[in-house]
């Protein structure tokens, strides 16, 4: 069967059947990635990432442009954003003379953020997520302590990710503004995606999926969110790809299947078995305006997660680079 002949109409709901507990739990089996690179490893699918790759995506800047895809600084309440990131002054213009420093005038500011969610742009590390107790490599979820982690944290990315990033805009491809919120993408409509745009994702990339989070919300006013079906983590790791970043948290919110164990699959078997960094809650549309307008699907990706010892990941402003 032809990847097209699998797809679902995006106007229904989901098409194939809900995975249960033991068939996820096979997934988990079938991609995981412990023990790859050594039981002391870290990086996950970032070790998919060579000087070849990081060549590869340094090649693809040719017109010297460079777009954010991250959200602003998430300070304001509401229903995605229930602890609202801080940000107050703590010197500013009307009052700038800096105390014990004679003639020095200045602005200093204060900010905090609990960036997991759906309100932030963010990597996570592979320590957020755990699955049966366990996190990536196998390491028990008690290795992540009130002071922090001890293994699998953000320190593992603190040199920075850069490669080529590769846009499969699911709406864009199929001739519609969104998917649905009660449809999950599957791999089959990524391959379409592919064909679609003239592109194929491959080993290191960093792979953007757009679902047209934004667009929805506008429309509909609702905080749904659409996401990937659970199988495309045996696509991903086939194709072995680096980092996955979409719009949204690559599962549907609210969830489109209930299970005991596996409440968020592409979290949990992403994360905890095949060591896939997360970039959750990306700005996308910009990005999808440009790669329309230039015809281009690739680009250099570049992110670069604050080096915090123990995190359990990083707020993330990532830099598309065409």
Not at 209 to 218: F, H, P, T, Y
Request: hydrophobic share 45%; with cysteine.
């Amino acid at each position: 069967m032809s990847a097209e002949a699998d797809i679902a109409d995006p106007r229904r709901g989901p098409h194939r059947q809900a995975m249960s507990d033991a068939q996820l739990k096979v997934l988990f089996d079938q991609v995981s990635n412990w023990g790859r690179w050594g039981a002391d490893d870290q990086r996950g699918a970032l070790n998919h990432i060579g000087p070849a790759e990081v060549f590869a995506g340094a090649a693809l800047v040719r017109e010297g442009r460079t777009i954010s895809l991250s959200r602003d600084f998430p300070t304001r309440p509401g229903p995605e954003n229930p602890w609202p990131a801080q940000h107050h002054m703590l010197m500013g213009g009307d009052d700038c003379c800096v105390p014990g420093v004679e003639g020095l005038e200045a602005s200093t500011d204060f900010i905090g953020i609990a960036f997991h969610g759906m309100a932030s742009s963010h990597i996570d590390a592979l320590c957020h997520v755990f699955a049966q107790g366990r996190m990536y490599n196998g390491r028990p979820a008690t290795e992540v302590r009130s002071t922090g982690a001890r293994f699998n944290s953000i320190m593992a990315a603190r040199d920075g990710i850069v490669g080529r990033g590769v846009l499969l805009d699911i709406p864009r491809a199929r001739g519609v503004r969104y998917v649905p919120s009660d449809h999950m993408v599957t791999a089959a409509e990524l391959e379409a995606a592919e064909q679609a745009l003239g592109v194929r994702v491959g080993k290191g990339d960093l792979l953007l999926v757009r679902l047209g989070r934004d667009v929805r919300r506008a429309e509909k006013g609702d905080q749904a969110v659409p996401g990937l079906d659970p199988r495309v983590v045996a696509w991903l790791h086939a194709r072995e790809v680096a980092v996955l970043g979409g719009d949204g948290v690559h599962d549907p919110i609210p969830g489109g299947q209930v299970h005991r164990d596996w409440a968020m699959p592409i979290h949990m078997i992403g994360l905890a078995a095949m060591g896939l960094h997360l970039l959750d809650n990306l700005n996308l549309e910009p990005l999808a305006v440009v790669c329309d307008e230039l015809g281009r699907w690739t680009f250099q990706l570049v992110a670069a997660p604050l080096p915090i010892e123990g995190g359990t990941g990083s707020p993330l402003n990532p830099i598309a680079i065409f």
